[in-house]
């Protein structure tokens, strides 16, 4: 078989992805695999054992990250591909576990095929991806490029007191630093967590990049009171003053383009009281788009319309930008081997950006990356309902391998 015609076992890909569902199943079809979990570690185990079973020893870092290399012709640095195995509570079956099985399934196809590669080709597992056991989110990831020590995640907490450290160490995961190669490219398949394959009815997605978040806090401070004797004209009530800002911020972002959002997510009011004017309202505002100079503007027009509507009400306002994530733009090349792929496969081609973070978000800043994205059911994710189908699941883990055959020669 010609590499072009190389194809993965949708059936043999379908069935790992179910077997590792039931390590930590839910009864509504989910799964709930914590990081440093028992199922964590379980699911690691299966995964090398199948890793055994192509003839690949699995490597571990120093914040439990699963390597395996297929090597190659050329001692070139691998192409690497994977996602993560941990899900949210009550998650899905498919955020992470796609991208790390479709990773094993392109290495699988490589074995069965005798295929030798110029560069090698690997697989990666990251550890605690989610964020939800241990905050912050993608957090060994952000350790091989820097973003974080291995210091600083071995001494986070979860809610129970465990330290990651500890945990890491109980699984039997805590290997070494230089157990960690240098990944040459990285590719991640994902499911898309959003409507917008489903919407066009396209199977797979090309991943041009990350958005960029901004998040502000908003505090609006007015004139706690009685709700009876204060007549309205002479109220300075910052939950009225909120509610006009909330809609603002569903403006500035529906004037902008099809493809920027705000959200409103958390609102403290004070006192939270049926029959009292509130004194102070804080909100969030999180603005996500692909151009950091439109972030820029977007807080800019939240600072203007906020500052006017406080002032027309006798109130005051302070907002406080106070964390940004700039766009990650995939590297142009890769890009274009998974286009040429995605071509080859006769798949039509479109290209959108994530809403969401993933490890390739860090590892773009160590080496040529992309993320190939699959269609999934409603655009439901991070819920015991995600579902992509096995024909799409199949369309992905094909790009996936096209994909990685282009980037490993030479
Ligand atoms: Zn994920």
Redesign the pocket.
Known sequence: VSLEDLRINADRLNQSLAEMATIGATSAGGVTRLALSDEDRQARQLLIRWLVEIDLQTHVDDVGNMWAVRPGTSTADPVMLG??LDTVIQGGRY??ALGVLGALEVLRTLHEHNIITDKPIGLVNWTN??GVRFEPAMTCSGVVTGAFTAEYVHERHDRSGARFGDELTAIGFAGNADERPKPGAYLEL?IEQGPVLESIDLPVGMVEGIVGITWCDVTIVGQPDHAGPSPMHLRHDPLMAAAEIILEVERIALHRDDTAVATVGRINVEANVINTIPGIVRFSVDFRHRDPAVLDDQVELLRRAAGGITERRGATCIIDRFWTSAPTPFDPEVLSEVSSAIAALGLPEHRLWSGAG?DARYLADICPSAMIFVRSRAGLSHCEAEFSAQEDIAAGANTLLQTALRLATN
Do not use: A, L, N
């Open positions: 996602s993560h955020d992470g991806e989610e994902h993933h």
